[in-house]
């Protein structure tokens, strides 16, 4: 393991891609609140919206995604992270990053959301562009 201290690169890199899964969590949650209407009515915004994201069973799988960006915002406020550190989270994106149809929850709902949004398409592909990019020695 390396325990040398995470580049200013990877910090960079990392708060770049926090940036853009936030975009795609905010697409993902419009995307799903519009999915939840059509079959339940209209959520209206402030408090029965986020009573909603928070308690109801369709939104139940976008938690990742949270969960995950506050681990990023966690990271990067830790002044000890480490390149093992970065490089596991990025490993942890990548992996969250891949829809699938026989995945976790998370790849499930992912995957149709995209066949269904092509809002989620694009705010996809800039995560997942964004995520190829980086150099291995970078995160």
Not at 46 to 56: A, E, Q, S, T
Not at 125 to 139: F, H, I, Q
């Amino acid at each position: 393991m390396n325990n040398a201290l995470a580049t200013a690169d990877q910090r960079t890199a990392l708060d770049s891609m926090r940036h853009a899964l936030l975009r795609l969590h905010k697409t993902l949650l419009d995307s799903e609140r519009l999915r939840y209407e059509r079959q339940h009515g209209r959520i209206e915004d402030g408090y029965p919206l986020l009573n909603k994201v928070m308690n109801d069973p369709a939104f139940a799988w976008l938690r990742a995604l949270s969960a995950l960006i506050v681990t990023i915002d966690e990271s990067l406020e830790n002044s000890e992270l480490t390149r093992t550190g970065a490089a596991l989270l990025q490993g942890h994106i990548r992996t969250m990053l891949t829809p699938s149809e026989t995945g976790g929850d998370f790849q499930r709902n992912y995957h149709r959301t995209l066949q269904e949004s092509p809002a989620v398409v694009m705010a996809h592909r800039e995560a997942s562009t964004m995520l190829s990019s980086w150099p291995t020695d970078k995160v």
